[in-house]
């Protein structure tokens, strides 16, 4: 009982103190002791605060980069996927960027092979791929017009002899490519290619799953282009 009454004097005079001094008062009082303890602390171990900086900046990195895995793994996933559905030799995505310092809210001007996946017999040739201007590319700037393109590789050489001899020197024969549309930009062109067309290929359904898988790849890279580290 002894015990409550004290209770209930303490309660009482914390009232009276909010009663005499308001509320604002008093918290104005506590937020000027936690500057006057924070600055205190700083003067006599002045490393503190940045090191503390330093532990959040590594954690947030560490994350960012940990997502940065998972989406690659998710679009690799997606790669194989469309590979097998398409009977395909290769997938391949090629993001559009400003060279080595990032997009920085500047046209596009070249892209780069990021993702490649190909089928048991074929050779890689995303290496072939990297930094490659746009403005020497005449038939991805018609693609991005277009949207979507499908046929022989062969057409190509009346849009874009340059890419067409090279496409060939891959041993491509056939390819379909979608424009990777993001939020506010395209984020790059999806290749799906045949070093030989198979028989039973049908290039309408190929068309669908390159738009599907499209959309998808485009949340994924969307995601990873708005992450502040690389």
Sequence with gaps: MEKIDKGLNWLEKGLAIVEKYKFKTIFKAVIYILIIAGLVGFIKNPTWVFDKYDEWKAKQHDT??????????????????????TGADRVMILEFHNGNTGEG???????????????????P??????GTTLSLLPFVIQLMRQGYWCGDINAIDEIDRSFCYRLKSNNIGH????????????LGILVVSYDKLPENHNC????????HCALEFALLLELNNRLPSK
């Design 64 to 85: 960012e980069m940990e997502i940065r895995h998972q989406n690659s793994e998710k679009i690799n996933n997606l790669c194989k996927n469309l590979l097998y559905k």
């Design 105 to 123: 809210g500047l046209p596009f001007s070249k892209m780069t092979a990021t993702y490649e996946q190909i089928s048991y017999n074929s050779m």
């Design 125 to 130: 040739i995303a290496h072939e791929y990297q």
């Design 175 to 186: 390819m379909a490519s979608c424009i990777i549309e993001g939020v506010d930009k395209p």
């Design 204 to 211: 309408q359904e190929t068309r669908e799953n390159i738009r």
